[in-house]
């Protein structure tokens, strides 16, 4: 399900939601705070938000956003925004030609290939917390403040093929060629403490010198967004702004 927020003839933003959380979650946050005209597109990837559907894999959003996109008439994006899983999404959009991104901002992609095991270890340990647990509000509510009990509600609604579809994609790796072009409108954020940071970081800077990097000394996954939102959502604008002049 695909939701649209502002002035349908505005520049246009996609804003695409990071596990757990929703399209609404996405405006409330980010939207809500953009002071400019902006025709503000957000999804709610399968098995979250007001999605009737399971998720299948982020290539397959990307496929159902970008025939969106086209069915609007829509060929030219300011900025595409993606935290986390929706990272990988808006990676995956990036393979469709016909659309044209001006910028593309990334926090706390899992970019780098992780070993056959991990996916599968993950899968068995979130669902283990989501069976057995009792604190899943508590844990995501001190990380994420507000948005906690909605994150829970959601992982306790989540199937175990769901798990093993998410973290199946979000440890495959998003590793694709960009031009010195493209380079220069691309920007990655993450938090220090996290381990897509630790693990992606050097094989960013290498694979696209000309980038830009944001990290965020003493915060976790996607967590700097929550804690400084207007501050972040500041520098976002400056970079739509960036994305429309072009």
Not at 156 to 166: D, P, Q, V
């Amino acid at each position: 399900m695909i939701t649209e927020y502002g002035d349908r003839n505005a520049p246009c933003v996609v804003l695409i939601h990071p596990m757990l959380t929703s399209a609404e979650m996405m405006y409330n946050v980010i939207g809500s705070r953009l002071k400019g005209r902006y025709r503000i597109i957000a999804p709610d990837q399968g098995s979250h938000g007001r999605s009737q559907r399971e998720f299948v894999s982020a290539e397959d959003e990307a496929a159902r956003l970008h025939d969106y996109l086209l069915s609007e008439g829509i060929t030219k994006i300011a900025l595409v925004y993606g935290a986390s899983l929706g990272a990988v999404c808006a990676m995956k959009l990036t393979h469709y030609e016909d659309i044209e991104i001006e910028e593309l901002y990334l926090d706390g992609i899992p970019f780098t290939k992780r070993p056959a095991y991990v996916a599968p270890l993950m899968t068995a340990m979130v669902y283990a917390w989501k069976t057995f647990g009792k604190n899943a509000d508590k844990v995501l509510s001190r990380a994420y403040g507000s948005a906690g009990t909605a994150m829970a509600e959601c992982l306790n609604k989540m199937k175990l093929r769901t798990f093993a579809r998410i973290f199946r994609d979000c440890t495959a790796g998003c590793e694709r060629e960009f031009d010195c072009r493209r380079q220069k409108h691309l920007f990655f954020d993450y938090g220090e403490k996290e381990l897509s940071c630790y693990y992606g970081y050097k094989t960013e800077k290498k694979l696209y010198p000309e980038a830009k990097f944001f990290i965020h000394r003493g915060y976790s996954h996607c967590n700097y967004l929550v804690k400084n939102p207007d501050r972040y959502v500041s520098r976002l604008e400056k970079i739509i702004q960036r994305g429309i002049k072009s």
